[in-house]
């Protein structure tokens, strides 16, 4: 292999055919949104996610990793270097007094939640309903209905520099929407995730899951978006301020601030990663100038944003 092999080819030779070119983004999203990533590799199981890691690490070749693509914006232009679909899927329950599921990061949050509710396992119920994976809500301490992954955590499995690294949940640094990870203060990823549960009953445990799901159906909109686009400020709500500010409704192009719920910004179909980027401009010049609140992003862009 030549200093001049392309960098798809050098990732062929030890990867396979997992490897692929220009593969479009958007159908990897919640909100069905992105251009292209130049090479897209699927990791099925914790192992291959480290071998791929650690050969792009060594190959210096840039790269994101995709879980849930429910918090992210793609931008149209999409994604040079790598992506790495994350499709780790193990999980292993540990039994007894003070039981714990461990998760591999490319698990459905949800699904995992209601694996725990059929075993009569509570304390993930609020989860039930997000999002996304379990790894994208360890980078992004992802939270409803009162829970959170801080207060849910032991501990992750991280990659680093250093290898296989385990991080307590104050390793983790979280506040609320933020790590160590989201803040950059560590170069890592996530391979999995033990998380503490408590025993109660089936019954139980589908009955709060239920609850949290008519609650969700009566106050978010369906359709394809990115969940909450804002933070919630201190003391306030994303959405109640945009609603105050009479910006539900507002449109452009085929994104519209949801008529329902303020703070999720709905694709009506083939909306322009560029259109929503202008929604979110538009909507935080209205909310400072009306409320004098600057609204911070719960999501984040990733791609080629240079115009
Ligand atoms: N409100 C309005 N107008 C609106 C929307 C909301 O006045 O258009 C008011 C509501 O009446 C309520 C308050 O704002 O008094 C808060 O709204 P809501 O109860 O819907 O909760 P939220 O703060 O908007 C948070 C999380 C959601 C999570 C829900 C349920 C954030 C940014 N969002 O929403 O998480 O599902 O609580 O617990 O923290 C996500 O992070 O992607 C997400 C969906």
Sequence with gaps: MTLMTAPVDLLRARLGD?????????????????????????????????RVVSLLWKL??????????????????????????????GVKF???????????????????????????LTDLEWAATVPGTVGGAVYGNAGAFGGDMAGNLISAELLTGKGRERFSVEQMGYGYRTSVLKRGEIKG?????????????????????????????????????????????????????????????????????????GNFFINHGNTRAADIRALIEKVQKTVKEKQGVDLELEIEFIGDWNV
């Design 18 to 50: 997992t490897v692929k070119e220009n593969v479009p983004l958007a159908p990897y999203t919640s909100a069905r949104i992105g251009g292209p990533a130049d090479i897209f590799i699927t990791a099925d199981t914790a192992a291959e996610l480290i």
């Design 60 to 89: 210096g070749l840039p790269f994101t990793i995709l879980g849930g693509g429910s918090n992210v914006l793609v931008s149209d232009k999409g994604v040079r270097g790598v992506v790495v679909m994350n499709r780790a899927k």
């Design 94 to 120: 540990h039994a007894g007094d003070q039981p714990s599921v461990t998760a591999e990061s490319g698990v459905v949050f949800s699904n995992l939640a209601n694996r725990c509710a059929s075993r009569g």
């Design 189 to 261: 990823i996530i391979l999995s995730a033990e998380l503490g549960l408590h025993n109660s009953t089936k019954d139980d445990v589908t009955v709060k899951i239920q609850q949290f799901s008519a609650h969700r159906k009566a106050t978010q909109p369906p359709g394809a978006s990115m969940g909450s686009m804002f933070k919630n400020p201190p003391g306030d709500y994303a959405g109640r301020l945009i609603d105050a500010s009479g910006l539900k409704g507002t449109r452009i192009g085929n994104a519209e601030v949801s008529p329902m719920h």
